[in-house]
């Protein structure tokens, strides 16, 4: 038998033949025309309509949003945009605007917090508009990154002046000889990068050093940078770390790519009502874009039609009969938008340069010959793809059988009775709940990969995690078969349920069931939340509590969760809290205390300091993690925020502080202060105190907290009745005539907040934009 290749070679001409019959190729370009008596171009830049650049604002451009100032002051001429005149780069009538660059930079001789940077589109725009249009113009989020240069720094990025979005990431090396193997890589070690949201048009940048005066690596690396800029024109090199003209280097290098629409805030439907306003004219076609909160729309020719689709009297049409590029062997005849090839008399075909062109009829046996072959090439073109696809099921089934021993499948088999087998997923099953993984069916992504909600066949629906693709260990095999078995058999109200999993993947893939309602991050942050009351807010916090003990000491093997944070409390329906993302929980150790880890895992604000230092997990850690979420809570506060002072730009730290100055009811929600009793707050606060211990075997339990946690919620229920007497000491020991701290309550202080700090520039931590 022919090998596949060879029968491809010979049903190749007859494909293209029949491809070639039914085919049209057309030509269209687009022009950048500018407005008539207008100028084309500043320097080497191109300047398309809508874009104008005039003194008289909007002469020249569609309105003022696209006038541009071209400075004939420099050599070659510079092109200028808004107020502050940020020098452009390049326009695009595709709808993309390139601009310098701009950095922030924090140095070991500066103060703690550097200056901070502000890319503000929206306000620039709004020195020369009324303030109810909205911006057409938002920092790029698939184009750009934010992104750190450093070996002690950190830095933030903040979306607006109330602090809608902040995120950050954290660029450490010990020495300069082991930056060198990370050539070219931005992946944590003296370079990182994390994205931004869609329709931004103001971001504030932040940088510091993680250490005290930048005292570990100040010889090779005197200062730190941040900035957005374009991903793919920047590559990281170690040179970049004392070279003192990075910043000057970068600005021309990398820019900062912008989206552009035009509309006012508006769709396509809405602005062709107004005729007057609408941007698209005629031959033309009209896309709808939706950017973050913002709606706009972009125009662009139709088929067959060249252009400028915002200047009047719009795209023209393409005259494909016309120069050497006619595409007719023959006669060609230009129609609206297309063309026709005909073939003289006594002869047939496409009339195509390419194809059958126009032959002369010879014979009916000609015709009879080809009906022959073509009956005959699909009779062959149908085997062949049947073998074809036959041998490639063969070939994926074996390699899925492979894969699901490599995974240890055999194993997991043993460890499942035969009423637990359904707890194992096919990858076919997987890809067809979740519509071969469709975009519009992620739930979320982060550092560990991407979770896709799908619908089972029996109609169950289900979230399914797909880690990224990386070195398996197969030494680590049976420890993960056995955490799986595990995790599968544990079953309470307040833990989301492990399914199953799926290990005919290169990485095995988990099933949970599918949490509707959220995250509880989401509902902390979003304004005028109705349902999160006092009572709602201990009930939250106490049926967390109550899945954390569960797993610590209820479950068949203690689990440490190691990343308790808000992000991972989910909600169903009823509103019922649900801890979720096993991804990186461990086992604890039946004759251990401890749960040693390679790598400290968790969520910058949310980890143990004491665990920082050791490098070693405990139940305990949970605890402390569990502390910082009820302080979250209770204040609805970022757990960080460059916006407090530089001591307590972490929560935990800023809910200390704050207990030991006797502002517990200042820092509280308003509205909690004002459904609880006093005495109930000085409560949890004192709680909180414990769990944010420094030193672990000062902390309570998990099981004790859910059980002060449990009085307290049957407290709010029945209430006791108090005197007044009780009332005033109440209030005396919130106001400050009262020590709240006893002595072991002390360790956690500066010092321990500044090893913290320390720390962080020696071990690599997930970001809170890294996990869902």
Not at 383 to 412: A, C, H, P
Request: aromatic residues 8%; hydrophobic residues 35%; negative net charge.
């Amino acid at each position: 038998m022919w090998k596949m290749h060879q029968l491809f070679h010979i049903l190749l001409p007859c494909l293209l033949l029949t491809f070639l019959m039914f085919s049209t190729t057309t030509c269209t370009t687009i022009s950048t025309t500018a407005k008539p008596g207008c100028p084309t171009r500043c320097g080497n830049i191109t300047i398309p309509y809508p874009f104008g650049i005039s003194q008289d604002a909007g002469s020249c451009s569609l309105d003022r949003w696209y006038t541009i100032v071209c400075d004939t002051t420099f050599n070659p001429p510079k092109l200028l945009w808004g107020p502050n005149k940020l020098e452009v780069i390049d326009i695009s009538q595709t709808g993309q605007m390139r601009i310098k660059n701009v950095i922030a930079r924090k140095c070991h001789d500066e103060p703690l917090f550097a200056e901070a940077t502000k890319l503000d589109l929206l306000s620039l725009r709004l020195q020369v508009l009324h303030p109810e249009i909205t911006s057409p113009f938002m920092f790029s989020d698939t184009e750009n990154k934010f992104i750190v240069i450093g070996c002690d720094h950190m830095a933030l990025i903040t979306d607006d002046i109330n602090s809608r979005y902040s995120s950050g990431c954290i660029a450490t090396c010990s020495s300069q000889e082991t930056v060198i193997k990370y050539n070219g890589s931005c992946s944590g070690i003296s370079c990182c990068q994390t994205s931004i949201p869609k329709g931004v048009t103001f971001l504030q940048m932040d940088v510091f050093s993680i250490s005290a005066n930048h005292s570990t690596v100040t010889k090779f690396n005197p200062c730190g940078h941040a900035f957005l800029g374009e991903l793919s024109k920047f590559t990281f090199n170690v040179a970049d770390l004392s070279d003192p003209t990075f910043m000057n280097r970068t600005r021309d290098k990398v820019p900062i790519v912008l989206e552009w629409v035009v509309g006012n805030d508006e769709y396509c439907y809405q602005a062709q009502q107004k005729l007057a306003s609408y941007a698209c004219q005629q031959n033309t076609s009209c896309i709808d874009f939706d950017i973050g909160s913002r709606k706009g729309y972009r125009c662009g020719c139709i088929k067959g039609y060249q252009g400028n689709p915002y200047l009047s009297p719009g795209c023209t049409d393409i005259d494909e009969c016309a120069g050497s590029n006619n595409p007719c062997s023959d006669n060609c005849a230009n129609t609206p938008g297309s063309f026709i090839c005909s073939c003289p008399e006594g002869h047939n075909g496409d009339g195509l340069k390419t194809g059958r062109g126009c032959l002369k009829d010879n014979s009916q046996s000609v015709m009879t010959f080809s009906i022959g072959i073509s009956f005959g090439t699909l009779f062959l073109l149908i085997l062949v793809s049947w073998i074809y696809f036959t041998k490639r099921k063969r070939k994926l089934m074996k390699i899925r059988e492979k894969l699901f021993d490599q995974n240890g499948g055999l194993l997991l088999k043993q460890q499942l009775s035969p009423t637990e087998s359904s707890k194992t997923f096919s990858a076919d099953e997987l890809k067809i709940a979740t519509n071969n993984y469709s975009e519009d069916r992620v739930l979320g992504k982060g550092g560990f990969g991407t979770v896709y909600k799908g619908t089972l066949k029996d109609g169950l629906e289900v979230a399914i995690k797909k880690p990224k693709v990386g070195d398996q260990d197969k030494s680590q095999m049976e420890e993960f078969i056995n955490e799986v078995v595990i995790l599968m058999q544990t079953n309470h109200k307040n833990v989301v349920k492990l399914l199953g999993c799926c290990l005919e993947t290169k990485v095995p893939l988990l099933v949970y069931e599918y949490i509707s309602n959220g995250t509880l991050l989401a509902h902390i942050k979003k304004e005028g939340t109705s349902w999160l009351n006092w009572e709602n807010c201990i009930r939250i916090a106490t049926e967390t509590v109550d899945g954390l003990a569960y797993l610590h000491s209820a479950a068949l093997t203690p689990i440490i969760h190691r990343d308790v944070k808000s992000a991972n409390i989910l909600l169903d329906n009823s509103y019922t809290a649900k801890i979720a993302d096993f991804g990186a929980s461990r086992l604890a150790p039946i004759d251990e205390t401890l749960a040693a880890t390679d790598h400290l895992l968790g969520t910058f604000g949310y980890i143990d300091p004491e665990s920082m230092h050791t490098g070693r997990l405990t139940d305990k850690s949970d605890v402390y993690s569990f502390g910082v979420v009820l302080a979250e809570l209770l204040t609805k506060e970022k757990v960080l925020s460059p916006e407090r002072n530089p001591e307590e730009v972490g929560l935990a730290k800023y809910f200390v502080s704050s207990m030991k100055q006797h502002r517990l009811l200042e820092i509280l929600d308003p509205r909690l202060v004002e459904e609880a009793s006093q005495e109930q707050l000085l409560s949890v606060g004192k709680l909180v105190l414990k769990c944010l211990d420094f030193n672990s075997e000062n902390r309570p339990t998990m099981r004790e907290v859910a059980l002060e946690l449990d009085g307290l919620k049957k407290q709010i229920n029945h209430p006791w009745d108090k005197t007044d007497e009780q009332t005033y000491e109440e209030t005396t020991s919130l106001v400050g005539q009262q020590d709240l701290y006893p002595a072991s309550s002390t360790s956690y202080g500066d010092s321990s907040i500044t090893s913290t700090v320390e720390y962080y520039g020696q071990h690599s931590v997930r970001s809170a934009n890294d996990s869902i």
